[in-house]
C-alpha cells in the first residue's frame, strides 16, 4: 500500500484516477481546492481524505504535504482546458505557479514519485505524430503553461535527480467527462435518436479510454528511474476522424438522422492532423492501449445507462428521464 495524493481529484481524469488507487488499497489524499464541485467523488468522499487548500497558498501547500507525507503524487489540477475557460492569471496560476508550489513542497518533504501531467496541445500544429523531442509550439495559453510547467519538473528532476515524469495526455474520453465534450454529448443525443451540432467532419483527434490513461499513471509512479523528469506521450497512436466518431455513435446507438457538418463553428485547435507517437511510453514502460475507440465508446454508453441519477442531474438535466427527484447531487 502506498500514502497517494491527487490534485485534481474532482476532475474527469483525476476521479478516475482516485477510483484505481483505492481499487488497489492505496491510502488516498485529494487537494481540492476551496468551493470545488463534488459531484464525481460523492461515492468515495468516505473512502479518501480530503484536503480543502488553494494550490496557489504556498504555506497551505507546505503545510498539507509535510502533514500528509506521500509516496507517490499525481498532480492532475488543471485551469483552461476547455473554451468557457479564459481567464489568463488563472491559467499560468493553476498550470505552472500551482505545479511550482506543489512541487516544491513536495521536494521539501520528500518522495518516491511525482506525476506530472501535460498535455499533448504543448506540441501546437504538427503535420505528423510527434514524439516527446519534438520542438514545442503551444497554440493557447493552456499549451504555454502546461509546456513551461513540464519543463520545470523536467529540470528540477534532472538537477536533483528524482522522479518526476510527465503525462502527456491526448483526448481522453470514459465516464464521469465533463457533460459539454463531444463524446458525452454524443450520445446523450443519441438515445434520444438525434445527432448534436458538428464541426468539420475531418478533424482528428487521438481518443484514449481514461481506464488506459490510468495504467499509464499507475506505470509512471512505479517505472524504471533511467531519466529523471522523462515525458511520456499517452495516445492510442491512432487518428480518429469526428466523421469516424459520428458514424460509431450512429451505429452503436441506431441514430438514423443525418450529420449536418459545420453547423458547429470549429474551435480554434482543431486541426486534420492531431495523433500521438507513443512507442516511447510502450518502450519504457511497457504500457499499451487496451480498448479500442469503438469499444470504449460502448462503454460509456453502458455506464450512462447504469447511472440514471448521474444522468438526469449531471449530463443531461431537465430532460425527463423519469428516475429521482433532484438534488442527491451537488
Not at 205 to 220: E, K, N, P
Request: glycine share 8%; charged share 20%.
Amino acid at each position: 500500500m502506498k500514502r497517494a495524493i491527487v490534485t485534481g481529484a474532482t476532475g474527469f481524469v483525476g476521479c478516475n484516477l482516485t477510483r484505481r488507487l483505492l481499487s488497489q488499497g492505496h491510502e488516498v489524499h485529494l487537494l481540492v481546492r476551496p468551493g470545488h464541485a463534488s459531484w464525481r467523488i460523492e461515492d468515495v468522499r468516505r473512502h479518501v481524505q480530503i484536503h480543502v487548500v488553494d494550490l496557489g497558498d504556498q504555506e497551505g501547500v507546505e503545510r498539507t504535504v509535510a502533514a500528509t507525507k506521500p509516496d507517490w503524487v499525481f498532480h492532475l489540477a488543471a485551469y483552461g482546458a476547455y473554451s468557457s475557460q479564459k481567464d489568463v492569471a488563472r491559467i499560468i496560476g493553476t498550470n505552472f505557479q500551482a505545479t511550482v508550489a506543489l512541487v516544491d513542497a513536495c521536494v521539501r518533504t520528500g518522495f518516491e514519485s511525482f506525476v506530472n501531467t501535460g498535455s499533448s496541445s504543448e506540441y501546437g500544429f504538427k503535420d505528423h505524430a510527434p514524439s516527446e523531442t519534438d520542438h514545442l509550439e503551444p497554440n493557447s495559453h493552456y499549451a504555454v503553461a502546461k509546456a513551461s510547467a513540464t519543463l520545470f519538473c523536467r529540470y528540477t528532476a534532472q538537477s536533483l535527480g528524482i522522479a518526476i515524469p510527465t503525462l502527456r495526455l491526448y483526448s481522453v474520453y470514459g465516464p464521469y467527462e465533463e457533460p459539454t465534450r463531444l463524446i458525452p454529448t454524443l450520445i446523450l443525443h443519441g438515445l434520444r435518436g438525434k445527432l448534436p451540432p458538428l464541426v468539420d467532419p475531418d478533424v482528428g483527434r487521438d481518443f484514449v479510454s481514461v481506464d488506459d490513461v490510468c495504467d499509464a499513471y499507475l506505470l509512471a509512479a512505479v517505472g524504471p528511474r533511467s531519466e529523471p523528469g522523462a515525458v511520456y506521450n499517452v495516445g492510442t497512436g491512432v487518428q480518429t476522424s469526428i466523421r469516424d466518431v459520428v458514424e460509431v455513435a450512429r451505429r452503436t446507438l441506431g441514430v438514423l438522422s443525418e450529420p449536418v457538418w459545420g453547423s458547429m463553428p470549429d474551435r480554434t485547435w482543431d486541426t486534420h492532423t492531431w495523433v500521438s507517437d507513443s512507442r516511447r511510453i510502450q518502450r519504457d514502460l511497457g504500457w499499451h492501449p487496451k480498448l479500442a475507440f469503438a469499444e470504449g465508446f460502448r462503454h460509456l454508453v453502458d455506464w450512462l445507462r447504469d447511472n440514471p441519477l448521474l444522468r438526469e442531474e449531471v449530463y443531461d438535466p431537465g430532460m425527463g428521464w423519469g428516475v429521482t427527484p433532484p438534488s442527491r447531487l451537488r
